[in-house]
């Protein structure tokens, strides 16, 4: 069948748009907000949900952006991606990219003028990156910001006074971030090797080890926050157990199909890392909430591409 069209131009189906803006890897922002505003010690407001749906909306405008900035290179190592395949068009997801991002930084704005200064900085980072930086050696850095950022992003929403008590939760999200990005290079095309999923599985293991250490302070604070002692606990191993084994698999076997399920599950491994987050924050109830969405991304995460 004929995708649907406007003035010849191709503009895909729901299915092909779920495709296009990765809309299961979306599951993994509203978290970064929560994050965020765990870290400040205060508590979600009207900001923090506005700063979230920011998030929502410039994430989604990054993919169509990359899709976009990539769409010759999909021509020739995925075809079936929806602007190679036809199914929508490059001007169609331009106006997609650009029309997301400008919902993001108007609902940054209704969140204040901090949240609206840390917004327009991540959009140009993350627009930076898709339209080249990519490439570069400083690719996984310059992702690695644009993530960080978003989690900077709820904590500026919520309280810009606390806004320091974000820095150290950011740089944990952005550690990760820098080691899924490094594996995503070797998705496609030949030349896999051990090297970046054996730096992104000491990256996990690290993470995972201060998570652990984080922990014996939690434990230690004042009796309302004692609970999120044995959350951080379990967030920490689901985020271990979701991240570490496609990292182990594609260090002992460098290969794209290894390489791809392992940047896919660190991916969904955000959820429980932004779940122990939290955790360390001592706000176990936002940690339960970010737990319960880590089985659905999964579920999601197996019906279409989260890469």
């Given amino acids: 069948m004929t995708p649907p069209a406007v003035g010849g131009a ?7 748009w779920a495709e296009l803006l990765r809309l299961p890897a979306g599951l993994t922002v509203p978290g970064d907000a929560l994050t965020g505003a765990s870290a400040t010690g205060g508590t979600p407001h009207r900001r923090t949900w506005l700063a979230a749906a920011a998030s929502l909306c410039l994430y ?17 190592e995925r075809p079936e991606r929806p602007l190679p395949s036809g199914r ?12 997301l991002a400008a919902a993001g930084l108007l609902l940054a704005a209704r969140a204040g003028r901090p949240a609206l200064l840390v917004a327009g900085t991540l959009t ?21 910001t644009a993530r960080a950022l978003d989690l900077l992003l709820g904590a500026a929403a919520t309280d810009p006074v606390s806004f320091r008590r974000a820095l150290a939760p950011a740089a944990a999200l ?29 990256t996990s293991c690290a993470i995972g080890l201060g998570l652990g250490l984080a922990g014996r302070s939690v434990r230690g604070r004042r ?19 979701t991240a570490v084994p496609p990292l182990i698999r594609a260090a002992a076997a460098p290969a794209p199909a290894n390489s791809r399920r392992a940047v896919a599950s660190g991916i969904r491994a955000v959820i ?19 737990l319960t969405l880590a089985p659905i991304a999964r579920h999601l995460a197996e019906r279409g591409d989260l890469t």
């Fill in 124 to 144: 140009v980072t993350a627009g930076a990156y898709d339209l080249g930086l990519k490439h570069h050696a400083l690719g996984p850095a310059v992702m690695a």
């Fill in 60 to 76: 989604h405008a990054g993919m169509a952006l990359n899709d976009y900035a990539d769409r010759d290179q999909d021509a020739g």
């Fill in 10 to 16: 191709p503009i895909g189906r729901p299915s092909d």
């Fill in 174 to 202: 952005g550690a990760h971030t820098w080691a899924v990005t490094a594996v995503s290079r070797q998705e496609a095309g030949d030349g896999a090797s051990a090297g970046p999923p054996t730096g992104a599985l000491l």
């Fill in 272 to 290: 429980p890392l932004q779940a122990a987050l939290c955790a360390r924050s001592g706000s176990a109830t936002a940690a339960l909430a970010l």
């Fill in 88 to 99: 929508v068009s490059p001007g169609t997801a331009l106006t997609a990219s650009g029309t």
């Fill in 223 to 241: 009796r309302g926050r004692r609970t999120a002692g044995p959350v951080l606990a379990a967030a920490t191993a689901v985020y271990l157990a």
